[in-house]
Structures are given as C-alpha cells and as structure tokens.
C-alpha cells in the first residue's frame, strides 16, 4: 500500500507540475521551426514554460501576430520600421542559418554538384531547362549530368526563407532583381510550388530532376542531397557550419535598425552565401504583458543556455553583444 500511495503522490505532483506550466504560443518562419522546438523541449523543466509553435511560413507569423492571435510571430524577412511602428512590435534576432540547395539527379551524390548564383537565377527564370545544359557541364567537370528536364520547385506560401532565397538572387543577378525581385511571395518565371519546406522538399525528392531551396537545418535532418555554391570571394564552398560561421562572423550589426541584418553573399573566403538571422516580433502592447514575458524569458534561456543545441542544427548563435542588446530592447519596450 505504502509503495501505492507513492506512485500516486508522485503522479499527482507531476500532473501539477504540466498543469502549471505556462503555454505561449508562436507562428511563423519555418526555418526557425527546428531551433524552436529544440530550445522549447530543453528549457520546459527550468523555465517551466511550454511553447506551442505553428511552422506556417514567415507571411502568416507576421499576420498572426499584427493580428494578436499569437504571442509572438516569427519571421526570416526583417519588417520594415513602418510596420513595427504602425503594429508596435519589437523585431529581434534569434539564431542565424544557412539556405542551402538540394537536388535530384540521378547519380550525382550530396556536394558533388557546383552551383552559381547567377545560374540558379536562369534555371528559375526558365533559361537553363537541362541538367546537361553546357553552362552546367562546363562548372562540373568530372561530374555526369544526364539530359534530363530542371524541375525548379519554390514554396507556394508567403515565406521568409523565399524572401532570402530571392532577396540572395536579386544580389547576385541583375536580370532577376530587376524581373522578378525579392519578397516572401514572388511571380515565379519557371517551376512549381509546394507548400512548406516540407513541400518542397518531398516534390524534390520525388520528381527526377528536381531542385528547390531549403534551410539548412531542415536539409540536414531530412538527409537531402545538397550542393556546392560559389560564394562572393569566388570560392566553392559546402553547407556545413564553419561556413555559416565565417558568413556571420563578417556581419556588422552596428550599422542596422531593429536587428535588421542582410547576411546574404557576406565577404570571406570560407562563407556561404545564402544566410540570414531568424527574427521573432513580439508586441509591446500586449494585453497580458506576463505572456511577452515569458516569451523574453524563453529566448534569454535560450541564448543562454542553448548554444549547443543550435550548432549541432547547423544554426550560428547570436554574438554575446547582440545578445545583451537584444536583452536592453526587452527591458526597454517590453512592460509587465
């Protein structure tokens, strides 16, 4: 009996112990996704906060929270000053990835193939329709490329990681900046969409030929197969994270407004060229201030103590300086 009562007493603390936590919830970016829920699961027993996160794409982070159905959105396209203003929303960074390619080519394993920005920018406009196309054989020597149609695949959803996807081409190529430009919803020239990473990385993997861009988490965990890309020092660098770290560590954060960093096609020898930070907003008009709180709560653990966690996803953890000026941001705007 006595071994009975126990089971029971330590059942009734644990079910107090969830049924005290307290939820907040997310929405948004899905290149955050994995980091998220990662940090969330780790930080559970000493913050005692459960976050509940919706992977819907950075245009419905930003709606859901103008619209207050969230506590926080999260997006990889930083919003304008205006929209912040108008919205009263405070933007900061939380963690910084890479965007990588992933293809399907028969017999053309993980990082044999190299890849240009300015030619992924004529395969999405529709210039560049085989893999045996003779711009693409002259960058893979000793690389068979079958004559096989290019299935372009780009997310049908409004999202943050199109916006750096984009936002990197229209850098890179001047025909695509002016043509089509760069935003978390544009006019595609070619391809197919599908919703989600998810989407677009099952139609890859399906569809013989396929290629589409995904974070580099997301790529990992999926085991995708991905590609070299030239980067702006004219190096053929791989997705993997020394790379990320040497893009994020030519960044000045001293020069933008509300964490507002473009980390795309960063100098250096060794970085890749398709990076950004990963922001969340969170409103500093909150009718229940305890729940911007908690979130501020979440995240400061997460800087914290979450570094590990984020590079063993493939994510760059923020600079300690960023850290702690995101940290006065909180004290500053967020009340309660």
């Known amino acids: 009996m006595k071994i009975i009562t126990t089971a029971l007493v330590l059942a009734v603390?644990?079910?107090?112990?969830?049924?005290?936590?307290?939820?907040?919830t997310g929405a948004g970016s899905s290149f955050a996704a994995p980091i998220y829920g990662k940090w969330a699961e780790a930080a559970a027993a000493p913050t005692g906060l459960?976050?509940?996160?919706?992977s819907i794409g950075s245009g419905a982070g930003i709606n859901q929270i103008n619209n207050r159905t969230v506590d926080f959105g999260a997006s990889d396209m930083p919003v304008k000053p205006d929209d912040l203003a108008s919205h009263k929303l405070l933007q900061f960074p939380t963690a910084i990835g890479g965007v990588v390619m992933v293809v399907n080519i028969p017999g053309v394993e993980a990082n044999k193939l190299k890849l240009t920005g300015e030619l992924i920018a004529e395969i999405y406009?529709?210039?560049?329709?085989?893999?045996?196309?003779?711009?693409?054989?002259?960058?893979?020597?000793?690389?068979?490329?079958?004559?096989?149609?290019?299935?372009?695949?780009?997310?049908?959803?409004?999202?943050?990681?199109?916006?750096?996807?984009?936002?990197?081409?229209?850098?890179?190529?001047?025909?695509?900046?002016?043509?089509?430009g760069a935003a978390t919803s544009v006019k595609?020239?070619?391809?197919?969409?599908?919703?989600?990473?998810?989407?677009v990385a099952s139609t890859v993997k399906q569809v013989?030929?396929?290629?589409?861009?995904?974070?580099?988490?997301?790529?990992?965990?999926n085991h995708?197969?991905?590609?070299?890309?030239?980067?702006?020092?004219?190096?053929?660098?791989?997705?993997?994270?020394?790379?990320?770290?040497?893009?994020?560590?030519?960044?000045?954060?001293?020069?933008?407004?509300?964490?507002?960093?473009?980390?795309n096609d960063q100098p250096g020898a060794k970085s890749w060229p398709i990076e950004s930070a990963t922001f969340v907003l969170l409103p500093t008009d909150a009718k229940d201030p305890a729940q911007s709180k908690a979130v501020t709560k979440l995240f400061d653990w997460s800087f914290a103590n979450g570094g590990k966690i984020a590079t063993d996803l493939l994510y760059v953890p923020l600079p300690t300086t960023v850290q702690n000026q995101i940290r006065a941001a909180w004290a500053a705007q967020i009340k309660g």
């Open 188 to 199: 595609w020239p070619a391809g197919n969409g599908a919703k989600g990473s998810e989407g």
């Open 13 to 24: 603390a644990g079910f107090s112990a969830a049924a005290e936590a307290q939820q907040i």
């Open 208 to 221: 013989k030929g396929g290629i589409g861009y995904v974070e580099s988490a997301y790529a990992t965990q």
């Open 125 to 180: 406009q529709g210039k560049i329709t085989k893999w045996n196309d003779p711009k693409l054989v002259e960058m893979n020597k000793g690389v068979t490329l079958p004559s096989l149609a290019i299935a372009p695949v780009y997310r049908a959803d409004g999202s943050g990681t199109t916006f750096v996807f984009t936002d990197y081409l229209s850098i890179v190529d001047p025909a695509w900046k002016s043509s089509v």
């Open 50 to 54: 459960k976050l509940n996160y919706q």
């Open 224 to 263: 995708l197969v991905t590609t070299h890309l030239r980067n702006k020092a004219g190096q053929f660098v791989m997705p993997e994270m020394e790379n990320f770290a040497a893009a994020a560590a030519s960044a000045d954060w001293s020069k933008v407004q509300n964490f507002a960093i473009d980390l």
